[in-house]
T-cell receptor
């Protein structure tokens, strides 16, 4: 069965610094996708970044990068140059179905950016 | 297109009443999903449509829950005989493929249900 674990309920970071949010996963399927979503207080889930299990390079999207360590089954999100607007809940998610019919989410990490 | 729309945003109801939520996906997306999110947790998958066909349902979706997507456009999620344990945020999402081939879900702002 698939499982996503986020062990950090809350994280603090100083504005303009980098922060790493941890995510580990468990699956026996060799083909899977890993996603990170941001959920601000308004409630809407915002897609940030995607990593496929066969992708050779770590995914990057602007200030977001995904530190994918396949052997360790980890997919940590790195946010560089944190901004006050980055304060939100962050969810790691995984799907082993190519069509993402059953995407599983972790419990989330609440990030607070301090001025 | 303004994204995925959900209505109502908030619903307070008494135990035993029926409630219905509506979701309007992004028009060119043929896949539509319903998730439930309780406080402090990540979203949990409920059900999935491709066009008008409901292709998958979670075990979380008891017989009091029914979802439809009659014309392959908007979808409704009805909860009959609501219970206090149904109190949650109900999220709708629709999906498209990115250039990398990933099937990325675009979520609506959710419908928050409170059952008294």
């Amino acid at each position: 069965a698939q499982k996503i674990t986020q062990t950090q309920p809350g994280m603090f970071v100083q504005e303009k610094e980098a922060v790493t949010l941890d995510c580990t996963y468990d699956t026996s399927d060799p083909s899977y996708g890993l996603f990170w979503y941001k959920q601000p207080s308004s409630g809407e889930m915002i897609f940030l970044i995607y990593q496929g299990s066969y992708d050779q390079q770590n995914a990057t999207e602007g200030r977001y990068s995904l530190n994918f360590q396949k052997a360790r089954k980890s997919a940590n999100l790195v946010i560089s140059a944190s901004q006050l607007g980055d304060s939100a809940m962050y969810f790691c998610a995984m799907s082993v179905d190519y069509n993402n019919n059953d995407m599983r989410f972790g419990a989330g990490t609440r990030l607070t950016v301090k001025p | 297109d303004t994204g995925v729309s959900q209505d109502p945003r908030h619903k307070i109801t008494k135990r035993g009443q029926n409630v219905t939520f509506r979701c309007d996906p992004i028009s060119e997306h043929n896949r539509l999903y319903w998730y439930r999110q309780t406080l402090g947790q990540g979203p949990e998958f409920l059900t999935y449509f491709q066009n008008e066909a409901q292709l998958e349902k979670s075990r979380l979706l008891s017989d009091r829950f029914s979802a439809e997507r009659p014309k392959g456009s908007f979808s409704t999620l009805e909860i009959q005989r609501t219970e206090q344990g149904d109190s949650a945020m109900y999220l709708c999402a629709s999906s498209s493929k990115t250039d990398s081939g990933a099937n990325v879900l675009t979520f609506g702002a959710g419908s928050r249900l409170t059952v008294l």
